[in-house]
């Protein structure tokens, strides 16, 4: 999901997107834990994902006040 994508989405889709990728990169940490998954690097990707979001609905709360 890029920067764009984000921003396209409303408050509501994003809180919800958030959530979601949450509980995704506890399942894989978990995984990752009990036996390797193919792909590590998907873990830094999910993680980056969520620090944008996180950063896109900083910059509307920021925007409403």
């Not at 894989?28 to 690097?41: C, F, G, Q, T, Y």
């Not at 998907?42 to 969520?50: D, G, L, Q, V």
């Amino acid at each position: 999901m890029t920067n764009a994508e984000i921003k396209e989405l409303t408050t509501k889709e994003l809180l919800g997107t958030l959530e979601e990728k949450k509980t995704t990169l506890v399942r894989m940490k978990l995984n990752h834990k009990v036996s390797d998954i193919e792909n590590p690097m998907i873990i830094r990707s999910t993680r980056r994902e969520i620090a944008r979001i996180k950063t896109e609905l900083t910059a509307r709360k920021k925007a409403d006040k």
